[in-house]
């Protein structure tokens, strides 16, 4: 067992608000889970309005002098994120073994006739600025050999949940909704993950309409909490082609975007459903197409008798919606017809993980893999031919 | 002293018209030079003319979607080359160590208010297509720490030609000329490069206009040959700024391009030199400027008694023009007053390394400094803050 290493991770999403930087505290397991990793401390950088701005149109219609000019003023965003970050757990630099940094995805294309993705934040302007080795760009390994460069979080679903008895599911709420599902003392091999449909996505669009843009998200399922869900609008939402399609699979704003939101909106006015109506079915839809999801593809890979130790851990900004939360325990229950245990649904904090920095612990933990020389892409999630060391490793300066 | 590693190197220039790739075997050395470097095979991969337009596009306004296919595209030529040259030196690619590639420039702007470089031609990739460890992206830790991202290759001109007895400059006339001044015995500390002026840039330019763009460049020296060097338009070009500049300098197209070549035509025409007359000056100029740097920069810098063992060797396009070769030996001689030796005038194919593959060996030569943990950049060259080390490692798939 090796000795416990301090590892930095870095994440900015494509909402591109700022950086969520940890420091974990990162050892070696004798049992499942295979790592421990304790967060020691976690900060936010936020991006501002200016900087974000500048991103969101570098993603859609960059020119290359953005994009070089981009990539090295992020890395010292970056940079800046992880020395701050060390400076809140009480640490030097010196202490830190490595960064793991995902970057800013400004394109991703994984179905595109030559797949491609591509993350800036130059990681030599990351090591220059700390002085600590850094790995970074970690998607684009597993894209070259063949996988969609995505999901890569289920490595860290598997190394820090896997629990040798009992059944998990990890339920992302984000704007898309997906599940890494880790059998009871799963090896890599028999992890799952994928996208079960929308997340907060629909139910945020709809808000939004709803309220003329005065709201961005039902905050705490307010709004929803005072409506009735429209089963017929609910049974019409379900019926969408997404849900029932096999793993592995994934969604975006092609399938569940603007598009699809317009149409809702409008099938809701013909059957002249309240406002609070149109919110409660659209955060239905969100409960009954993860519900269904596990009912199609998990229980049926499950023994009957596992099931009362199953556990679902929920993160996200889903986790955060009351009525969401509900609904989905009630459509979990009804879907074991009563063979789930008492409790099962549970959230990131329960494990000691805060949500928000759940995806930069993931990028500490790969760091380490890749250092270590191991794969860290799980084929059963992204589609990848096989297990590939991912990221690059760039030294200390 | 480490056993013999076989690399492979792959470099396309700004001029993107193709990718070279050498295997070579590098091996430590007990004496200056540090390294010994044997190539065992050199291809030249020619991009299609449509791949070429695509990338010169690309670099001049290329949207992000653009560069994000791009960079994956390339990568898959690159790994491509790395095999033909594999196989082409009778060799399979589980007997090389690693490949390094320097990839494919498409944006450098060092004096931007945030200097960057970006470099595409994705390792990951090559490192899937060959199964291959694969070293890239130099540029950017130089730059990270301060420098300018070029020049690179004075390091390969160190270990590749530090003699412990003779002074040597090892002259590259590309478009623009630039020099490494390599003391007899010198330490990487010691070793000096910097741009001496323009190479063939000019004569090029003058040579297409007097044409009618028929002619590229000066076949041989064939028509300046012919020609008499105008000592008074001579003399007006060497009064450029840029010649007295102390190093470490660069120059390109902004000082000695379109508008320079124009105000030297605009001359000759007042000056009413013929053609011939016209392209000899404009050969002389590359000459004069290059050997005047030897006597501004070099020669105060050298022992009087080290001026007999002086070499210079040549490379790039001009070393095969024998008209500018010739006045480039008067020249250096007349500077000298007859101190240098009989012949100090070599080319790179005098030391067995193909004057085409040069560039790549060097990156061949970085990729083994990084893998060792050391670095490779020469900040004196460089203008960086320190030697740091260069590149990013991507594990074999």
Request: glycine share 12%; proline share 17%.
């Given at each position: 067992v090796a000795k416990p290493q301090l590892i930095v991770g870095l994440m900015s999403g494509t909402s591109a608000d700022g950086i969520d930087a940890v420091v974990a505290e990162i050892s070696d397991s004798p049992?499942?889970?295979k790592l421990r990793a304790r967060i020691l401390a976690h900060h936010h950088r936020a991006f501002a309005s200016s900087l974000r701005k500048q991103i969101l149109a570098v993603c859609g219609a960059g020119r290359v002098a953005e994009i070089c000019e981009l990539n090295f003023l992020l890395g010292r965003h970056f940079g800046q994120a992880a020395l701050a970050v060390i400076r809140k757990a009480g640490l030097?630099?010196?202490?830190?073994a490595a960064i793991g940094s995902h970057g800013q995805t400004i394109h991703h294309l994984p179905?595109?006739?030559?797949p491609s993705t591509l993350q800036i934040g130059e990681p030599a302007v990351i090591a220059e600025f700390t002085g600590i080795r850094t790995v970074a760009d970690f998607r684009v390994a597993d894209m070259a050999a063949g996988?969609?460069?995505?999901?890569?979080v289920p490595l860290a679903d598997w190394v820090l949940f896997t629990d040798p008895r009992r059944p998990r599911i990890i339920q992302n709420i984000g704007g898309i909704a997906n599940l890494t599902f880790l059998p009871a003392g799963a090896k890599l091999g028999e992890v799952r993950a994928f996208d079960t449909g929308p997340g907060n996505m629909v139910i945020d669009a709809v808000v939004a309409a709803l309220s003329n843009n005065r709201l961005t998200y039902d905050r705490h399922g307010a709004w929803a909490v005072l409506g009735t869900v429209s089963n017929r609008l609910l049974n019409e939402l379900r019926s969408h082609p997404f849900l029932r399609r096999r793993p592995p699979k994934t969604t975006g704003r092609e399938e569940f975007g603007h598009e699809f939101t317009a149409s809702l909106l409008g099938r809701a006015k013909q059957l002249r459903l309240r406002h609070e109506d149109i919110i409660a079915t659209a955060t239905a839809f969100t409960a009954v197409s993860i519900a269904g999801a596990y009912e199609r593809f998990i229980w049926p890979a499950m023994?009957?008798?596992a099931l009362p130790n199953l556990q679902v851990i929920l993160g996200g900004g889903?986790?955060?919606n009351p009525f969401l939360r509900r609904m989905l325990a009630e459509e979990i229950s009804r879907s074991l017809s009563g063979a789930a245990g008492n409790r099962f649904l549970f959230t990131h904090e329960d494990f000691g993980i805060p949500n928000s920095a759940k995806e930069a612990l993931a990028f500490a933990i790969m760091a380490r893999e890749t250092l270590a020389g191991r794969p860290s892409n799980v084929p059963s999630a992204t589609g990848a031919r096989r297990p590939v060391v991912l990221g690059k490793i760039v030294a200390a300066a």
């Open positions: 049992a499942p889970p030097n630099p010196n202490q830190i179905n595109a006739a030559t996988g969609q460069g995505a999901p890569l023994a009957r008798n889903g986790a955060k």
